[in-house]
């Protein structure tokens, strides 16, 4: 008898696939192991610090039920990033994916796990066993976990501070590689110079290479003013004519992939007009791409 061969009164059996929800939960099967196949895990990360434990159970006739554990360390730019975990021969029973360290909230670290064999153009991808957000206190489990896009669910809500234009300069941020935004809210302060002139402030949308939206202030900023200048779902179209508050709404689904990018662009600018830098809301969900 091999290391791996079952005894004769011994049965391995699928169970029935699982729905749960949308999503479809892969059955308790115990994957056979020959030595050329082995664990894949692909992880896609926007947080700093972050490590991944894979943990989890081989059966063969030899040595009876062993544990095994790997830890994966994740880029932080939202790229992929493979590793390759072999595995003895037998049976894989169950195992877990979890964060176990960095402290990363859902939306910010996501991970697929495979069952490969072979490698660079020779390689085969066989079984996905696990896919979705992890976090320090909710791991992905098979069998258990369903099979979840990584665009799927709330996403992660970041607030950014933008980078500060020169002075007689336009705003702009784009979206980075490996991200999909929800565009919720933009703060800048626009401040004018001495130049007896109305200007008005727009913020201009560029979605894949063209024009996604412009939206513009309802009042003007004249000479030697500062005014922040407010965009927002469900904001009222507002020009304070005492004061410093102007604000323009924004569609509530606005949006953007990645590459895609929105900046002021200021009618009447002068060059010694200035921005602060942009104090922006999005949700952000993580781009998974490639197998």
């Not at 192991?33 to 990360?45: C, H, K, R, V």
């Not at 976090?135 to 990584?150: C, D």
């Not at 509530?252 to 009618?267: I, K, M, V």
Request: glycine content about 12%; aromatic content about 10%; charged content about 15%.
């Amino acid at each position: 008898m091999s290391g791996f061969d079952l005894p004769p009164e011994t049965e391995l059996a699928p169970a029935p696939l699982v729905q749960i929800g949308s999503q479809l939960s892969p059955a308790p099967w115990q994957y056979r192991f020959t030595g050329e196949d082995a664990l894949e895990l692909a992880s896609y990360n926007a947080q700093t610090g972050v490590r991944i434990a894979v943990q989890g159970r081989m059966w063969n006739a030899e040595d009876g039920i062993r544990p095994f554990a790997f830890e994966h360390v994740p880029a932080a730019d939202r790229t992929r990033r493979l590793e390759r975990f072999g595995l003895p021969f037998g049976y894989l029973l169950n195992c877990v994916i979890f964060a176990s360290a960095g402290a990363p909230k859902v939306g910010q670290t996501f991970v697929s796990l495979h069952v490969i064999r072979g490698a660079g153009g020779a390689r085969y991808l066989l079984a996905t066993l696990l896919q979705g957000y992890v976090t320090a206190e909710q791991e992905l489990g098979f069998p258990g976990s369903a099979i979840v896009n990584s665009l799927e669910g709330g996403g992660f809500i970041r607030t950014i501070n933008g980078t500060t234009p020169a002075i007689g300069i336009e705003f702009i941020e784009t979206v980075p590689a490996g991200a999909r935004w929800q565009l919720l809210s933009i703060f800048s302060i626009f401040n004018s110079s001495a130049t007896n002139i109305q200007r008005r402030t727009v913020l201009f949308i560029n979605s894949g290479g063209g024009t996604g939206g412009v939206y513009a202030q309802e009042g003007t900023v004249g000479p030697n003013d500062g005014k922040v200048q407010m965009w927002a779902p469900g904001l009222p179209a507002q020009a304070v004519a005492a004061g410093y508050d102007q604000m323009c709404p924004l569609p509530n689904e606005l949006l953007l992939l990645p590459g895609d990018y929105f900046q002021s662009l200021t009618n009447q600018l002068q060059p010694a007009d200035w921005y602060t830098a942009p104090r922006y809301t999005v949700r952000e969900w993580l781009e998974a791409q490639g197998t």
